[in-house]
C-alpha cells in the first residue's frame, strides 16, 4: 500500500516539507491512517481546512491529547487559523472539560504561539462585567436553546439552583459571551468536546439541539463526527451518531 495523491496533498497542506519519523518506524500504520484521515474521511462533507483544524483542536483538549494538539496547532496556524480563535478554542474548554485538563493545553498553546513571534497576551474578548454576565449569559442560553432553559430552572430541585445559576453567569456568561469566535462556530467547538469526552450522551443531545436551533444543521455535525473517527475512535463516534439519530 502507498500513501494516496489525495492524503499526500492534505497533509502536505498543513505541515508543508514535514519529514515523518514515523514513515520509516511504522509505515504500514502511517499509509492506513494517512490515507484514512487525510484522504479517504475528508472525501465526505464539506468543511474546510480552517474549521476542520478548530474542530479537531477542541476534539484534542477533551480527549487529552497534548501530543497530537502541539502538532494540530502548528498545522492550524498554517492554514490561517488565527491565534486568537486558538485561544478562544482553549478558553472555551474550561467549562466544559475543566481547567485541569486544559491547563498543560493553555501552556502548549502559549509556547507555540511565542515560538512564532507572536506576543501575549493577545487582544481581550471579554464581553461582559461582573454586574451583566448572567443577564447577557441566560439571554445566549435562551438564544440557543429556547424554552429549554425555563424549564430547566424551573424543574430545579430544592437547593440545586445555584447550579442553572452558574451555568448561565459562568458557562455562558463568561466563556460563551466572549468575542473572537461566533456562536455559531463556538456551539460546533462545544459538540466536538462532548463528543470527544464521552460519557456526556445527555449534555450531547441537548447541544445537538441548541446547533440545529442557530443553524448547525444535522448534516454539518455529521461532517463533524466523520472526521472525528480517526482522532477519537469508532465508540465514541458511535454514540455521538446515534445522539444525532435520536434527536427529534
Do not use: W
Amino acid at each position: 500500500m502507498a500513501i494516496s495523491e489525495n492524503a499526500e496533498k492534505n497533509h502536505e497542506e498543513l505541515f508543508p516539507n514535514h519529514k515523518s519519523t514515523l514513515k520509516v518506524t511504522d509505515p504500514e500504520l502511517i499509509e492506513v491512517f494517512d490515507n484514512f484521515a487525510f484522504d479517504e474521511v475528508l472525501s465526505h462533507g464539506s468543511l474546510d481546512s480552517r474549521k476542520r483544524l478548530m474542530i479537531i483542536l477542541a476534539s484534542m483538549i477533551a480527549s487529552q491529547a497534548l501530543g497530537e494538539y502541539r502538532v494540530m496547532l502548528g498545522g492550524a496556524l498554517n492554514v490561517g487559523v488565527t491565534p486568537v480563535e486558538v485561544k478562544e478554542i482553549v478558553y472555551q474548554a474550561v467549562p466544559y472539560v475543566g481547567i485541569a485538563k486544559v491547563f498543560d493545553f493553555l501552556l502548549a498553546t502559549n509556547e507555540i504561539l511565542q515560538s512564532r513571534g507572536i506576543s501575549l497576551p493577545l487582544e481581550g474578548q471579554s464581553t461582559t462585567s461582573p454586574e451583566t454576565r448572567f443577564d447577557k449569559g441566560l439571554a445566549l442560553q435562551k438564544e440557543i436553546f429556547g424554552e429549554m432553559i425555563e424549564n430547566m430552572y424551573q424543574q430545579s430541585p430544592e437547593g440545586q439552583r445555584h447550579i442553572q445559576e452558574f451555568l448561565s453567569a459562568n458557562c455562558f456568561g463568561d466563556y460563551v459571551t466572549r468575542g473572537g469566535l461566533d456562536i455559531n462556530m463556538r456551539e460546533l467547538f462545544t459538540f466536538s468536546m462532548l463528543l470527544s469526552l464521552g460519557g456526556c450522551e445527555p449534555q450531547l443531545k441537548g447541544h445537538i439541539q441548541g446547533n440545529v436551533n442557530i443553524g448547525n444543521g444535522k448534516e454539518l455535525l455529521l461532517d463533524v463526527i466523520t472526521l472525528l473517527i480517526p482522532y477519537v475512535g469508532y465508540p465514541r463516534a458511535l454514540n455521538a451518531l446515534r445522539c444525532l439519530n435520536e434527536a427529534g
